[in-house]
Nanobody, 120 residues
Framework: QVQLVESGGGLVQPGGSLRLSCAAS????????MGWYRQAPGKERELVAE???????NYADSVKGRFTISRDNGKNTVHLQMNSLKTEDTAVYYC??????????????WGQGAQVTVSS
């Protein structure tokens, strides 16, 4: 079993910055990719950013140039630096990771969610 624990988030004014972090623990042999999704009220969950074990990143068009995802493979952690935040970035942000356990099974795990509110 693989657990993801998120930290960060909170309330910030438009134009401000926040940083989210996520740490994975458990019977992890390898992680293929870690990333962040978000879900705003009344909307579907959407990919925000993802980074593979090889360092390849993928961003939603709406956050390109404003958000930066980074990963520490040795610590199984991922961070999301969010700059120039807009009110439309308000959502619950979920960490996600998928890979292989020591039991040679695949896993896909989610964090508990972190609220990000952008408001003046």
């Amino acid at each position: 079993q693989v657990q993801l624990v998120e930290s960060g988030g909170g309330l910030v004014q438009p134009g401000g910055s926040l940083r989210l972090s996520c740490a994975a623990s458990g019977s992890i042999f390898s992680i293929n990719a870690m990333g962040w999704y978000r879900q705003a009220p009344g909307k579907e969950r959407e990919l925000v950013a993802e980074v593979t074990s090889g360092g390849i990143t993928n961003y939603a068009d709406s956050v390109k140039g404003r958000f930066t995802i980074s990963r520490d493979n040795g610590k199984n952690t991922v961070h999301l630096q969010m700059n120039s935040l807009k009110t439309e970035d308000t959502a619950v942000y979920y960490c996600n990771a998928y890979g292989t356990t020591y039991s040679w099974t695949t896993f896909r795990s989610w964090g508990q969610g972190a609220q990000v509110t952008v408001s003046s």
